[in-house]
């Protein structure tokens, strides 16, 4: 069976300093990989997508960057942090070309910029 | 407009009680729609997925989707405590990849 695995669950950051966020998928192949960010009140904001190893797409500009150097691996950086940048960031997957199916979504990182 | 809409609560019932939780949207091409379910701290977990008009029900859920009125219901009966959660309202068209998300209810059900 397909999994999703996002780590860290809690970061706590100075301003200024980088971010490394990674999440990887077990179980599938070449699967479409989202970065979103919650808000309290504000619902989902789409940051990132990736439909294939090193094609990403950026719905948002902002002070982060998304990479994928594996197939099943999707990173989320940031050189320097802002206050701006907290919030809940949540990695999903779909099944290529079928995300109108629904998204798996990994436990989520809680990223508290201080 | 955004192309979803949702009452973001907080909505609070007693135990054992009906609960009705809404979207309405723009687009008439969404065709697909679901309703996830986000525990605090945690990521959403799908919980009812439909096609195009109709009901579908799993146990204590109901899914409805009028879409003449562009409007999708989430019934929950007999509301346990462990109900309690924030639910948000997906949807999407046919031959597309991107889902368009609901901001959220979050629901407590009171023991």
């Known amino acids: 069976s397909q999994t999703i695995h996002q780590w860290p669950a809690t970061l706590v950051q100075p301003v200024g300093s980088p971010l490394s966020l990674e999440c990887t998928v077990e179980g599938t192949s070449n699967p479409n990989l989202y970065w979103y960010r919650q808000a309290a009140g504000r619902g989902l904001q789409l940051l990132f997508y990736?439909?294939?190893?090193?094609?990403i797409s950026s719905e948002v500009p902002q002070n982060l960057s998304a990479s994928r150097p594996q197939d099943r691996q999707f990173i989320l950086s940031s050189k320097k942090l802002l206050l701006s940048d907290s919030g809940f960031y949540l990695c999903?997957?779909?099944?290529?070309?079928?995300?109108?199916?629904?998204?798996?979504f990994g436990s989520g990182t809680r990223l508290t910029v201080v | 407009q955004k192309e979803v809409e949702q009452d973001p609560g907080p909505l609070s019932v007693p135990e054992g009680a009906i609960v009705s939780l809404n979207c309405t949207y723009s687009n008439s091409a969404f065709q697909y729609f679901m309703w996830y379910r986000q525990y605090s701290r945690k990521g959403p977990e799908l919980l009812m997925y439909t096609y195009s008009s109709g009901n579908k029900e799993d146990g204590r859920f109901t899914a409805q989707v009028d879409k003449s009125s562009k409007y999708i219901s989430l019934f929950i009966r007999d509301s346990q405590p462990s109900d309690s959660a924030t639910y948000l309202c997906a949807m999407s068209q046919t031959g597309a990849n991107n889902l368009f998300f609901g901001t959220g209810t979050r629901l407590t059900v009171i023991p």
């Open positions: 999903a997957w779909s099944v290529p070309r079928q995300g109108r199916y629904g998204y798996t």
């Open positions: 990736s439909v294939g190893i090193g094609q």
